[in-house]
């Protein structure tokens, strides 16, 4: 049975939220791509899409969107042309 009277409160010590809070941190860091947080960061940071939002889709959309597909055709020719072959545009990514 446990014995209440050998408690001593007064050596209780109280949780630290500080490093409760880095300790979950630092477990839940370990889960996540550092690499792929970083590009999503970036990306969230571009779009206003919230970091946790960001998939995919949104990524995918985000790399399109930075390509002027009307200045490649009307600059560049020869690429555009190469362009129009979907297994050209695959392996160019």
């Known amino acids: ?27 839940e860091s370990l889960k996540i791509d550092a690499d792929k947080h970083a590009k999503n960061k970036q990306i969230s940071i571009s779009t206003g899409v919230p970091v946790e939002a960001v998939n995919d889709d949104v ?21 555009a042309k190469f362009l129009r072959d979907i297994d050209n545009t695959v392996i160019a990514q």
Do not use: G, H, W, Y
Request: aromatic share 4%.
């Open 1 to 27: 049975m446990f014995d209440l009277k050998k408690v001593d409160i007064n050596n209780l010590s109280q949780p630290d939220p500080e490093s409760d809070l880095i300790s979950s941190n630092l477990s």
């Open 59 to 79: 990524e995918r959309d985000f790399n399109l969107n930075k390509i002027d597909v009307d200045d490649i055709t009307s600059r560049i020719p020869a690429t």
